[in-house]
């Protein structure tokens, strides 16, 4: 009877350590919660890592995204990139999850070349193309001959080629691709200016040594110019805002919605009022 007995407690016994084992977490397993909907263990939203070239769009995302996105349980990191190649080659190969940095001509330029599979979620409000000078007060007074930095990457090429056309100062060709074109398309200079092109991150110094500058509105708020001090600024399309974009397999991710929704939210809008004075808002923001 004994030995039934102790039979019966050492069975008990295996049985609860296998039954033990069977429900033990494997630490190597990846949370499936966490692939599909930016979750992690017990319910925690991931850390997301946001990239955004430095100055105004890396503020844009730690003012007014981060504070609403931490509301809804989301941890938000800032990465800062001084160029444009960086932040979409970062995107790609998952070093973070999301930029806030171009306008969409260019991540569908960019994305094609390089092939890589990018997505825009929403447009966002973005500082317009200026032109400036300390040597001229109106468009009228500009000389012939006078000297005018242009940026030459072609995210912003374009934008100041179309704004110098729609002020009077050139005139390009009318089939040219806004993806392709270069000073070399521009087809009359009455003034007969002289254009020289440079990385986008100089212009703002050639504000004094040159007669013009045409200065991206990032960069000349990095250099802490005044947007409403320049002799003209452009008529911004839709094409040309900025968008934030994701990979495009996250694209209907919880994370991308919350996102969106974010940007959406009155609480964005009202931080964009406050400390983005300035910046000329999408269509879907202005028509609500």
């Known amino acids: 009877m004994r030995k039934n007995v102790l039979l019966v407690m050492v069975l008990a016994l295996v049985l609860s350590l296998v039954a033990g ?27 997301l890592k946001i990239g955004a070239t430095a100055g105004p769009y890396s503020d844009m995302v730690a003012k007014a995204i981060k504070p609403i996105m931490e509301k809804k349980g ?37 994305a094609e070349d390089n092939k890589l ?17 300390k040597k001229f007060k109106t468009i009228e007074e500009i000389k012939e001959g006078s000297t005018l930095t242009i940026p030459n990457d ?6 100041t080629l ?23 398309d521009i087809v009359e200079n009455p003034k007969k200016l002289v254009i020289k092109p440079l990385e986008a991150a100089q212009l703002p110094r050639t504000v004094d040594s040159s007669d013009l500058a045409a200065v991206p509105g990032n960069f000349a708020l990095a250099a802490k110019m005044d947007l409403t001090s320049a002799l003209k600024l ?14 495009a397999k996250d694209i209907d991710s919880q994370m991308a919605k919350d996102l969106k929704a974010a940007i959406q939210s009155k609480e964005f809008e009202q931080v964009i009022d406050e400390q983005f004075k300035g910046f000329s808002k999408p269509q879907w923001m202005t028509g609500r």
């Not at 977490?25 to 925690?44: F, I, L, M, V, Y």
């Not at 599979?117 to 400036?132: F, H, Q, R």
């Not at 072609?154 to 934008?159: I, Q, T």
């Open 74 to 110: 989301y941890t938000i990191e800032v990465v800062e990139f001084n160029d444009y190649v960086q932040p979409n080659k970062a995107l790609a190969n998952g070093s973070i999850q999301a930029n806030l940095f171009q306008h969409i001509l260019y991540l569908k330029k960019f």
């Open 234 to 247: 452009e008529n911004m399309a839709e094409n040309y805002r900025n968008v934030l974009v994701v990979n």
């Open 154 to 159: 072609p995210a912003n090429l374009a934008r």
């Open 21 to 47: 084992c069977g429900t033990k977490a494997d630490p190597n397993q990846t949370n499936g919660s966490a692939q599909a909907g930016n979750e992690g263990k017990d319910g925690q939203k991931n850390v």
């Open 117 to 133: 599979d990018l997505k825009e979620v929403i447009s966002v409000p973005t500082a317009p193309m200026g032109l400036y000078s």
């Open 162 to 184: 179309i704004m110098l056309q729609d002020i009077g100062l050139i005139k390009v060709k009318n089939d040219v691709d806004p993806s392709k074109i270069s000073e070399k």
